[in-house]
């Protein structure tokens, strides 16, 4: 029985000089690998400028990577002889949610069009699923007519959070998904991922600086280190025994800040 | 710095192209061929047509029958005497209103600066200018109605700028001709100055706004720097940069103008000169015109895009 | 947190323009012209054309030579001013109907089209439209009007084309700034086709951005067409242009100075009331800008 | 001696949509070389709070305080000029975002030495000799070469240092330091927190730390600020503050994160508030946690007073000391 | 340049008389152009001619000639040459011997000869020499002595002493193109230009002013100014503007309405009937022109008068004839046109077009003396054919390409005019009537009819005035019955003339000449007003 989704050496450059005499190449991921089942969570953590937003962006398919492999239920969905429809199955959650929803339609327009694409409903089964989505998140199915800047920060986040379930993936990566809000509203959206991944055996991709939260939160965890793949492994093992000398810096730093004497 | 210099080479390249394109077409319209061409086919014709601009010979013009290239150096420095003026008009005008609306925020002043700035602004200056010497040439006789200096004076045209070549016969007349060269002036120049000037003041004003509620304005206020000082070495250097970008789009705003204000005043340069031809149908010189102001307008604003590079560190010295 | 622009809906952006003064002044001058424009053959108290040939240079009634007849007085045919002014308003704001619109469409599928360019041909594109722009923009209306000749129609063709680059350029530049909003990622993530981006995603949000820029080229278009009339090269007597009215009463202008000061006067308010008009909805629009 | 002494410091904002209290009847005090924290969520106010103290708010702000005494002046009767010039020669801030506080247009040089110029002049060579100083004092060895260069040139990092030499030039007695490394790498983060402490240390200068981070405060401050809707619910010693919050606030903040080190089960739910932080121009009446609070019943509809409880103020009908007995 | 440095600051302004011009020279040789602005610039001030005419009228008088025999068979014309006559000095020539014999063989000769030297130098094309079909017309130019020329004609041709008086006919130095050969800069010859004229050419800054200076060894002996300066202003409203605000002190082509307000503010108007027609014009090939009823009718609808008193402000007379009043030659038994809605309606109905039909009217687009405004005209006309039910469409187009098409014969009708070049009736009949101006020339109405045609053509050999008169007597007749064109006016030259300026003088071919032309300094009180009709304001 294969893993529900596998990456095999994903490794990704960007041409950054706009000279065109000069082509330079930075390499922002250089071989990622994981694997990840139904129910888990992976959380992938590094410093700013790591490559962990680009990685979010490869598994969700809005990016190609250089070389390697994405096995989805056991098919390389990169291969272009499967036409994969990621959006059906991995879903992206932003880091600012107030930024992913656009500001001049309402929330149902935004929250239809997943469903327009991805599913033969019509309008009124879409409404409903809109609204049933939108109570699984703990808002109220009205407040889809409304525009989202007449929403909070944590609402907004929630609506976002809908919008990935619409299609009910399998995996859902989040980039960062709390590091936006107040402190006192994070507790919140991450007892609602919890809940959801309760529910419907959801597997996250979970990308945080926050050492703290990823503890708390998920199974493995990947540490980058300027796109390479410093380390790997169940949660408890890494943060107890790192291997590598960035973790153990990572961790040193993320253990708050120490008075020198 | 290597690659905007190779972008501003393609972009000038490009432009070239187009323009040479344009003026290339713009001579074929003309009855009797402005240059001896070898091909009958249009494109090869074309090459040959660059091949007579670089060597200097730019057509001869069909009505006065001189040549469309020396022609245009001999309109030419007076309409650049009008544009610098009016420029230097507006600048300095449009600087000093835009700075004080903007210390004066929300007062009456700034009130009705901005409401004159928008009057400015919309004002069409071919009804403007005749407004100007209706009321000030012809009604008050204070400014002369036309010409760029009073024909008592007998001025060799040596540089053909009258400001200087009057300064040159300083023996002759002293400075009456120079003062008369500049009253002269004037009128066309406050005409010309008038749109640009309303731009300026609305641009300086906005940007010093917006730069003054910069953070690095605030630092500034933290050390107890004075008001002026914080104006006019932090923020007037920064609030600058957006109005020298659209400096380009000034030049032509001033070019389209000038072709008016020179028609309006008799002012014997390009603009009038251009009009004459195109209403003689002088395509040689309508061609040569266009080529020479466009090739003035395109090199204003590779000088623009490197001044804005050299004023701007960010641009000039990349991280 | 980014906050979001006040006006995200229409009624925001109402509330903002209907508190700014000089944007509903300018608001009620533009309306008094539309009626006018739209009304004017009607209210008119003459033809345009019909000439008094005993009746000439009469100035207006505010002067004591004015005759009733002619509430703004003649001009050297005899022609009613007034009734010349009207239909002048109509055909002004006609033909500057005609060219923001021929402009704006072309402009704006030539700027929604380069976003399905690839890089090297949309940079290639916007340097010409650049080079465009930066053309003085009479210097190239007389450049095509020297080519086709003068006349309404080529100067109308002249302000098009002076015309297009600038909704290109802003369609262009809006779009590729709102394609790198997270929320047009999202879109693309929820599986919505290219098209769909752009009609459904982008479309609403770049309104604002045109519909600011469509105001000024109002502007930019009615003086630019009045200019080449004044010149000569655009719409010719005895039309009723009011940028032709004004060069033809030059010769006038000492002693029958309100043949030239009427239609100036028509021409600037006109373009004053769309400049605050525009200046209203652009800070409506965005109040980030300007407040 | 007390450096700085505030009471019912006020500070409105006048907006299109009415006025918004940003700060609400605030009141610090500051010994000279004490170290102080202020924390709260994003928009409770501390900001402003800090650009009143330092005298650096927009025209759009009215301040209004019952006290304000710095280093034994009354702030409150002098004219405006006397006032900016008596902070500014007291008080130094330095910003979250050190990149966009420094001028991008001017050198490094040049702004280091304006600041020197205005504060203590001297010939060039003197104030240039002090530019270097204040640079090694802040870390830059290579002081001469950044000298000439531009803010965009230098990283976060460096910048922070620049802004902190520029504070340094003035000679404060007290430095408010707000979110200093908020925008800085972990790693940069404890070199500036160190270097403040340092120069704390070294010139006696106060420091007044603004931060969203609990544990830079129990680290380094002497006493805490807790703010929430423009008003400090909570203050007190730092050690007993977080050790024992009696607000509810500061103890939704201390819970609702999950510290790095804290063994939690995984899947743990974690302590939450409810709803979301109030905006400003829609409070709601009475206690502004109020809406949120668990503990909150029919007499939290009236507004709640700042009370001292055991050395500690608290600004709640119902602080939670009866847990601790 | 040392020679200014004698003018003292008092009389510096009595001393410079600036005349606003409606236009650039296109060359300063008027032999190279047909433009009467360069006719102006040049002719009757750089230089002179054999004979001229006497001041403003158009009786011939000597003037480079001092005498002159025209032997029996009229094929012979011998001129005995002015022996006082000094060419200009400038930068680049001074002279070293007066004019002789030499100098007219050379002007004569470049335009007649295309084996002459000169022939070919800027451009090679004399355009009113060829017009006028003088190489047919002379056959030989002989020096008989140093000072005395013979032109020998192929036919008798009444007009040639007329015709020698037309710039054209202007003698420029052999010994300074001689002169410029040897500086292999002989295109020297018309862009700086020496004459023998009452001015020197000093500078010429294109399309802002023309400088002159007072020739001092002139063989005339009338006064001058020291400094002439053409201020060039194209724009009618502007050199109004200029006039008025006294940056000018003569004004060419005024509009009419210009008169009117000169008049009433106590300036100068010099004015005279000018030797010009300005007509209507009906393509007589184009149906339904072919049809003489057609036209009459169309030429009674229009209301001329209400054209004199819109366009003309009054300032010119009704046209009966193409031929002016002022001609020995008028016919004035000729019936005048009237204006009749009735008539012409019947007349329409006659050739069987009483239900309208539509035509384009073509405007030339400049403004000339003879016709000021031929848009406002057209649009007078149009509203007039609006009542015979003629729909008239008003065409125009840029002046080269307007003249192009209206040689192709695109129009139907076109309103235009003539300005004779010389005082002799011929100039208007032959290039504006012939059956060969229908092909090749000026007869814009394509009409060629036989007897007109032999008839003009007898006047114009003839060389006894009263038998031509009754040639062009019977001429004028055909040609008011068959009304190729609708004769609109005869324009009265003028211009305007500050009151400080004395002694100018208008002639009715409308050249300028500042020969004898004075400034003072305006005397309250005591300016003048003459105008109207008088051929000579005189002080
Ligand atoms: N489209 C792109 N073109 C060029 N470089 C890119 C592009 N996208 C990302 N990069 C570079 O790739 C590197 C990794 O970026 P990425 O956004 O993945 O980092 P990150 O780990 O998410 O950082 P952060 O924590 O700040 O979000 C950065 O150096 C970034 O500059
Ligand atoms: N110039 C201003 N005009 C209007 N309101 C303002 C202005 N500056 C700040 N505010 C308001 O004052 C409140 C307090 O802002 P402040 O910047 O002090 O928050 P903060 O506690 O510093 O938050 P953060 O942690 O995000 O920095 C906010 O609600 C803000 O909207
Ligand atoms: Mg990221
Ligand atoms: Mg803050």
Redesign the pocket.
Known sequence: MPNLFTAKNLTKS???SNNPLKKSQ?E??HGVSFSLNPGQTLAVV????????????ILVGAETPDSGQLFFEGKNILSKKHKFEWFKNIRLIF?DASASLNPRITIHQSLEEPLKNGTDYNATQRSDRIAEVLEMVGLRPEYAKRYPHTFSGGQRQRIGIARALLLRPKVIVA??PVSSLDVSVQAQIINLLLDLQDRLDLAYVF?S?DLGLVQHFSDKVLV?NN?TQEEYGPVSDVFSQPKSKYTLELLDASAGYKKPE | MIASILKQLGTLLISLLGLTVLTFILSQQSDTPIHPYQSDSAFIQYFEYIQFLINGDWGISSIHKRSVLKDFLQHFPATIELIVFAMILAVTTGLALGILASTRRGGWLDNTLMTTSLVGYSMPIFWWGMLLVLLFSLTLGWTPVAGRISFEYDIQPFTRFMLIDTLLHHNKYGFDAFLNALHHLILPAVTLSTIPMAIIARMTRSSLLAVLKSEYIRTARSKGISKQRIIWVHALRNALQPILTISGVQISIIMSGVIITEYIFAWPGIGKWLLEAVSRRDFASIQGGVLALSIIVIAFNLVLDFLSIYLNPRLRRPS | MIKLPVSANNRAAWTIFRQNKGAMIGAVILIIILILAIIGPWISPYDPARQFTNKILIPPIWSPAGDFNFFLGTDDLGRDILSRLLHGARLSLQLTFTVVLIAALSGILIGAGAAFLNQTLRSLLMRIMDLLLSFPSLLLAIAIVAIIGPGLPNAIYAVVIVLIPQFVRITQSSISDELNNDYVMAARLDGASSLRLLSHHVWPNITPALTVQLTFSFSTALLDIAALGFLGLGAQPPMAEWGTMLSESRAFIQFAPWTMTLPGLAIFLTVLSINLVGDGIRDALDPRLNR | MGLLQVENLSVDFQTDNGIIPAVDRAKISINAGQVQGVIGESGSGKSVMALAIAGLLSPAATMRADLFNLDGHDLTRMSAGERQKLISNNISIIFQEPTSSLNPSLTIGYQLDETIRFHSGGTRKQRYDKAQELLLQVGIIDGKRRYKEYPHQLSGGLNQRVMIAMALACEPKLLIADEPTTALDVTVQSQILDLLLKLNEEHNMALMLITHDFSILSETTDKVYVMYGGQIVESGRTYKLLSQPYHPYTKALLNSVPHYGMHYRKGRRLFNLKGSTPSLDHLPVGCYLGPRCPYANRKCVQTPELRTLKGRKVRCHFPLIEDDS | SPEDSDLSEQDRTQDLLVYCSEGSPDSFNPQLVTSGTSYDATANILYNQLVTYKPGTTEIIPSLASSWEISEDGLRYTFNLRQDVSFHTSQVFSPSRNLNADDVLFSFNRQRLSSHPYHGISGGRYPYFTAQSMDQLIKDIRKVGEHKVEFVLTRPESPFLSILATPFASILSAEYAGQLNRLRHPEWIDSKPVGTGPFRFERYEPDAYIRFKRFEDYFGDKERVKNLVYAITPDAAMRFARFSAGECDVMSYPLPVHLRVAQKNDLQVVQTPGLNIAYWAFNTEKPPFHDAKVRQALAMAVDRESILQTVYDRQASLATNPIPPSSWAYNNNVKKITHSKRRALELLKEAGYENGFSIDIWAMPIQRAYNPNARKMAEIIQQDLADINVDARIVTYEWGTFLSRVSRGLHHSVLLGWNADNADPNNFFSPLLSCASAVNGNNYANWCDNRFDELILKGRTSSEQSERKVYYDQAQEIFKQQTPWLTIAHANNSVLVQPRVKGFVISPIGNINFEGVTVGQPEAGQSQNKSQASHEVTH
Do not use: C
């Open positions: 960007y041409r950054v930075l922002v991921l590094g410093e700013s400028g790591s490559g962990k937003s680009t990685l979010a962006r880091q980039d960062e990308i600086h980058l796109g």
